[in-house]
């Protein structure tokens, strides 16, 4: 699985570690480098090469919703997630019109962190293991379908999206063998709580079944097999 390069632009030292911390509980992220101010982040992103950018609005030598427009014309594809605590409606704005992934409000919590980088990095992937677009993928990159939406809602429980769920059914379905949360994980680009979550899912609806297998070390793992009995019509 490739490395996602991060740079980190936050005027507050202390801030831009958490934020560093936070990182570090998901698997498949590089930070490269922390800015304290607009030119320190211009100066990043113009000797290395960078994925996704964590920025701040309020720096102190140019706003970052401002520095954006140079960054647009430098780095058309360059992935941009804003933290801050700037409310007024017009960063909203501009933040929406230069393509901005996320936008959260400080103070941002662990929980809140994690579901937005590992949603972002889940989307990525997605994104970069397809050949070709259907409207079912256009629908969930921009959420168009207001009535397939709220199908979906009744379909699927929380934190459960058909896509991603799609996906993993897929990688059971080519490993006859089984795999474990692990496994599944790095196949996806997400986290092992993130492949368990699904795979568990699966589970309860009778589309994959679970043996013990024992590790290296001797511990059990649960070891998630495709029901092949679906494909037979017996389930």
């Known amino acids: 699985m490739d490395l996602i390069n991060v740079v980190i632009a936050e005027d507050d030292f202390r801030i831009a570690q958490i934020h560093e911390e936070f990182l570090s509980h998901i698997k498949g992220f590089n930070v490269i480098g922390k800015s304290l101010n607009a030119k320190e982040t211009m100066e990043l992103l113009n000797n290395h090469t960078v994925d996704l950018l964590l920025m701040d609005i309020y720096m102190p030598d140019q706003l970052g919703i401002d520095l954006l427009s140079e960054i647009?014309?430098?780095y058309p594809t360059l992935d941009v997630i804003l933290i801050t605590a700037a409310r007024e409606k017009e960063f909203l704005n501009k933040a929406l019109k230069f393509g901005v992934e996320h936008y959260l409000i400080k103070p941002v919590t662990l929980e809140v962190f994690i579901k937005t980088i590992e949603k972002y990095k889940e989307n990525r992937h997605l994104l970069n293991s397809i050949s070709e677009i259907n409207q079912d993928i256009i629908d969930h990159f921009f959420a168009m379908d207001d009535k397939k939406k709220a199908q979906q809602?009744?379909?699927f429980p929380a934190g459960i999206d058909y896509l991603t769920l799609e996906k993993v059914s897929n990688i059971l379905k080519t490993e006859?063998?089984?795999?474990t949360a692990d496994k599944v994980g790095d196949k996806?680009?997400?986290?092992r709580t993130t492949a368990r979550r699904y795979l568990e899912y699966l589970v309860s609806i009778k589309q994959a079944y679970v043996e013990q297998v024992y590790g290296v070390v001797g511990r059990p793992e649960r070891n998630y097999l495709y029901n092949e009995l679906l494909k037979e019509g017996r389930a």
């Open 72 to 74: 647009r014309k430098k």
């Open 153 to 155: 809602k009744i379909d």
């Open 176 to 179: 006859k063998t089984g795999l």
């Open 188 to 191: 996806m680009g997400a986290s």
